[in-house]
């Protein structure tokens, strides 16, 4: 168990609808990270938090947005959802602001698997 | 083209194999290289970390970074059927894990 928890496992719903992932990240970790993983497209990442501010942007459309509360758990809002949009959504979090370059472990949820009918 | 490429297999082993999974990429600034393993409807964890060219060992696994040839590889000796799963590859340029690239995942098999 990694110690990130992201809730729901999994997620059926329509065209055109918004849902909202989840994640807790391990206990004392100031940085998430929500990575969108397609078939196709591997691990592709989306947006990054430290400690309740946007670090980073990755490939997120303008249709998906996120936020971290004051308690460090996160929240990835989809909306206006498409066919296109089912994949597994994952949360990672790590120490600081996860710098690879000092092997700073970034640790993955179990993930939510959406898919949009 | 992807910046790094990876065979989705699947790759079927028999139990004792040694496993060979490898990557190759494009841009030259990578610095910084990782394998992942993802079993089924579970989050990536990381096995292998290493920094620039070279091997890295632990346990039953080697990491073994070629530069030149921007190719990387994983061993696996002594295979075992826990070990089924897929592995990722994935690398950086120095910074944070915004800027890893992953690739698309080897899913392997051994067979008892």
């Known amino acids: 168990d990694s110690g990130v928890t992201q809730t729901p496992k999994h997620l059926i719903t329509a065209t055109g609808q918004r849902v909202t992932l989840r994640c807790s990240p391990r206990?004392?970790?100031?940085?998430v990270y929500w990575y969108q993983q397609s078939l196709d497209q591997g691990l592709q990442f989306l947006i990054q938090y430290y400690n309740g501010e946007e670090r980073a942007k990755g490939n997120i459309l303008e249709r998906f947005s996120a936020q971290q509360f004051p308690d460090l758990h996160s929240e990835l809002n989809l909306s206006s959802l498409e066919l296109g949009d089912s994949a597994l959504y994952f949360c990672?979090?790590?120490?600081?602001?996860?710098?690879?370059?000092?092997?700073?472990?970034?640790?993955f949820g179990q993930g939510t698997r959406l898919t949009v009918v | 083209q992807k910046e790094v490429e990876q065979d989705p297999g699947p790759l079927s082993v028999p139990e004792g194999a040694i496993v060979s999974l490898n990557c190759t990429y494009s841009n030259s600034a990578f610095q910084y290289f990782m394998w992942y393993r993802q079993y089924s409807r579970k989050g990536p964890e990381l096995l292998m970390y290493?920094?620039?060219?070279g091997n890295k060992e632990d346990g039953r696994f080697t990491a073994q970074v070629d530069k030149s040839s921007k190719y990387i590889s994983l061993f696996i000796r002594d295979s075992q059927p826990s070990d089924s799963a897929t592995y990722l590859c994935?690398?950086?340029?120095?910074?944070?894990?915004?800027?890893?690239?992953f690739g698309t995942g080897t899913k392997l098999q051994v067979i008892p």
């Open positions: 290493t920094y620039s060219s």
């Open positions: 990672a979090s790590s120490v600081g602001g996860g710098q690879v370059d000092t092997n700073t472990e970034a640790f």
């Open positions: 206990s004392g970790d100031l940085s």
């Open positions: 994935a690398m950086t340029r120095p910074g944070g894990y915004q800027k890893v690239t």
